[in-house]
């Protein structure tokens, strides 16, 4: 069999490309700084078939192993020349987390006074840890609920952690996380899964296998953050820019990003694997969202409340929309929408992308969910509003808040939607008894390009939430 010449010229071109490519990013590996120990160093985990298998005890045992490892096989072992002195695996510097009151990097259980209502599990998001799930743990548990934050694998420990797990770990663990809920409130009292950016995945995977497993326990209602339903296309090929790293002289390019870990709770550097791993995540969520809907119109799924900025850097806004709410049925879901701060243009600064409105995302009403879209656009005036549209109407209302816009902020971020003002790590208020050795929050970083060790945009990113009242407030109408 004879090829057609443009297939053959085809394949050439691509093969080329392809080739030039990699040449490029295992010559661009060779910049930078080395590898550091927590690069390198990968503690021990259980996987998936194991999680299946074990036990909240057996899990916990396991993870204080994974952090001794880490003790041992970094902390011990780093050069102090070479590290700077705020650092989280260094055992004198102000960040490191074993010397703070309670470390939340590791599962935790908050049990509330009384026998419980109910049981809430809470599923942090990548790179993240379940300190970004403290806040919201500690509401379910004043309002009568044990809540239930798992570590997922790979998280918590370190960056190099991420280069080895699958997403089937992370799911294998919140069934785990489910099992330990259920043991310790049994139904018919109520489950309630939370789940924060990867978490939402999580959460949302989970529930949809719920409605085929019997032997999984379904939640009365799921609250995502952030929900991570779609990424950037490109993550489909991040594995690839790792290839070059099964040469040991081209080991950096596993690493999308590799910056000074000064965050006591959540990792810097970002490996190639866990792109491509959140992208296989969300493809078999998209996919698993699609056949339910296609077979029976996703009719048993409880609510879905979801909290989504409208300008998202680290996931899809329009997916959240397209790919879950769009085939929603009729069930008592709602989604709340922050909108960007529209007082003020920052001196016409703003990308037009940026501020599309929230008309052109969502479909015409009546929809078979609730809206609401927090605002502060000049035809409501200066002030900030809720604009609520009920399920199957037309006609919303629109509703004063107490809280704003701070002038200096024009929208909210990925990151800062289950953290309130008063954080002591992301706050831009934080509370005097809450300390994790440097308050990121505060940081307002201005000075010559160039200088700092990680990307402004870093610094600049709002970490948490001035709306976060509001968003206790609707959790608490959903479960009182």
């Not at 609401?372 to 035809?379: F, Q, V």
């Not at 970083?445 to 009242?469: K, Q, S, T, Y």
């Amino acid at each position: 069999m004879v090829l057609p010449r443009w297939l053959i010229r085809s394949a050439l071109v691509v093969t080329v490309a392809l080739a030039g490519l990699l040449t490029w990013r295992a010559v661009d590996s060779l910049q930078g700084p080395p590898l550091q120990p927590w690069h390198t160093f990968v503690p021990d985990e259980l996987s998936a078939p194991q999680l299946d298998h074990a036990d909240w005890q057996v899990w916990l045992a396991a993870e204080n192993q994974a952090m001794a490892q880490v003790a041992s096989q970094v902390t011990a072992k780093l050069d102090l020349g070479q590290v700077p002195r705020v650092n989280r695996y260094r055992q004198d510097s102000i960040v490191y987390p074993a010397h703070f009151a309670q470390d939340w990097n590791r599962s935790f259980e908050l049990r509330p006074a009384g026998a419980p209502k109910g049981v809430v599990v809470l599923l942090h998001g990548l790179t993240d840890s379940p300190f970004s799930m403290r806040h919201l743990a500690e509401h379910y548990r004043d309002a009568g609920y044990l809540a239930v934050a798992i570590r997922m694998p790979g998280h918590g420990t370190v960056p190099a952690g991420l280069t080895h797990v699958h997403w089937q770990d992370w799911l294998a663990a919140t069934r785990l996380a489910v099992r330990e809920a259920r043991q310790q409130v049994p139904a018919p009292l109520p489950l309630i899964l939370v789940g924060y950016s990867n978490g939402g995945a999580l959460a949302m995977t989970y529930t949809l296998d719920s409605l085929d497993d019997a032997s999984l326990a379904r939640p009365a209602q799921v609250v995502l953050l952030s929900p991570m339903i779609g990424v950037d296309g490109y993550a489909r090929f991040a594995g690839i820019a790792g290839w070059p790293a099964i040469f040991p002289a081209f080991a950096k390019s596993a690493w999308l990003d590799r910056l000074p870990e000064f965050n006591p709770f959540k990792y810097n550097s970002f490996p190639v694997n866990a792109a491509r791993q959140s992208w296989l995540l969300t493809s078999h969520l998209q996919k698993a969202l699609a056949a339910h809907a296609k077979v029976n119109g996703l009719q048993g799924l409880p609510p879905i409340l979801t909290f989504q900025s409208l300008v998202d850097y680290t996931v899809s806004t329009p997916a959240v929309i397209n790919r879950l709410y769009r085939l929603l049925p009729d069930n008592g879901s709602a989604l709340v929408l922050f909108d960007i701060n529209r007082a003020s243009d920052f001196g016409g600064l703003l990308d037009d992308s940026a501020a599309t409105s929230v008309e052109r995302l969502l479909p015409a009403t009546p929809r078979p969910w609730r809206t609401t879209l927090i605002t502060n656009a000049a035809s409501n005036g200066p002030a900030t509003v809720a604009v609520d549209t009920p399920a199957d109407r037309q006609a919303s209302t629109t509703t004063p808040l107490a809280a704003s816009y701070p002038r200096d902020i024009f929208s909210l971020s990925h990151v800062a939607m289950p953290f309130p003002v008063t954080d002591g790590l992301y706050g831009t208020q934080p509370a005097a008894t809450d300390r994790f050795g440097i308050h990121l929050g505060t940081l307002a970083a201005r000075g010559e390009r160039g200088v700092l060790v990680v990307p402004l945009d870093v610094l600049m990113r709002i970490g948490c939430n001035p709306f976060f009242d509001y968003l206790l407030q609707r959790l608490d109408a959903t479960y009182r």
